[in-house]
């Protein structure tokens, strides 16, 4: 039997903050060649470094065989399922991180209601620049995102003289929108493929949300919510108004060069880090961990696992 290509080693693995953000593949064979990832179609293959890749997007008509899907989580990149055009996610893949500091810290925050409401305060804080949002109850934050989506809609519909009737759409039916749901359809799922990428690699939960609730994905959308006004949708409305053949396409094509200018991993990890830690001034690098187990020995202490504590009296 052949033996295929080590794994690497926890050194030698790109932080989640310095990786390709995302690639999105369809109509192909996806396999492995060493450290790489290869989709293969009629027109060639192209070879994909998967230590560097934050998340690839799966749409129809692509096939991935065991070893690819191995070296994905050797990687600590993420596979997500999606539906044509990337705009219905289905499914996704695990990540490399061993701790669990943040995970432990999101969990605490979002079961505590004083602590659950300081974290979404903070995040409509990062939403509203100069604005105090330490007093205000859910609702009234809901109202002043609200308020504030509203105009970002009219502003980016009056400069592109696209007209705008409101966010409406359907995965079942995505080419039934007009086009600039369309656009925001498939640069959101292309968003939240990302974003669930680094919160995956971080150790975090995607369903553990603060201001969303009850999905899997709640998490992820609490964080991809605080870059929507400035990437997808003036992003969105550009592209309306240009009517490029394939828009979706052309989505996830202009998404990801502006990930690429705006360093918007990096900026990721360092949102859900303040969010989750505000006072830790520990690395990201640091959320990957030692593949170490330990026991709670009550209260914050912690024994090593491993061990037989027999002789400990009952």
């Known amino acids: 039997m052949a033996i295929g290509a080590k794994p690497p080693t926890l050194p030698e693995l790109v932080r989640a903050q310095d990786r390709l953000t995302f690639i ?23 070879h994909i470094p998967a230590a560097s890749l934050g998340t690839l997007l799966l749409g129809p008509g692509t096939t991935v065989t065991q070893q690819a899907m191995v070296l994905m989580a050797e990687s ?9 055009e990337g705009v219905r996610y289905y499914a996704h893949g695990r990540s490399l991180a061993n701790s669990s500091r943040l995970l432990d810290a999101q969990a605490a925050l979002v079961s505590n209601q004083s602590a659950r409401l300081r974290v979404a305060r903070e995040m409509y804080a990062m939403r509203f620049p100069g604005e105090d949002t330490s007093g205000l109850t859910m609702q009234q934050l809901r109202g002043r995102e609200g308020s504030r989506i509203r105009k970002a809609y009219r502003e980016h519909s009056k400069q592109y003289k696209v007209p705008w009737n409101g966010r409406t759409y359907d995965v079942e039916a995505y080419e ?31 369903g553990l949300g603060f201001v969303h ?64 830690l505000p006072d830790d001034a520990e690395t990201a690098e640091d959320d990957l961990g030692e593949n170490v187990v330990r026991l709670w020995d009550g209260s914050r202490r912690t024994v090593a696992a491993g061990s037989n504590y027999a002789e400990v009296p009952f």
């Open 176 to 206: 039934d929108s007009d086009p600039v749901n369309q656009a925001l359809s498939a640069a959101n799922t292309s968003l939240y493929g990302v974003v669930h990428s680094v919160i995956v690699a971080l150790g975090c939960s995607p």
């Open 76 to 84: 600590g990149s993420t596979v997500v399922w999606v539906g044509e």
């Open 213 to 276: 609730t009850g999905h899997t994905r709640s998490f992820v959308y609490d964080i991809a919510d605080l870059y929507k006004v400035e990437l997808t949708i003036p992003l969105s409305f550009e592209l309306a108004a240009e009517q490029p053949f394939d828009i979706g396409g052309e989505a996830r094509r202009r998404l990801r060069d502006r990930f690429h200018g705006g360093a918007i991993l990096d900026r990721c990890v360092r949102d859900i880090r303040h969010l989750l």
């Open 24 to 46: 999105y593949l369809e109509k192909c064979a996806i396999h492995r060649d060493a450290n790489a990832i290869t989709a293969t179609d009629d027109r060639g293959v192209i």
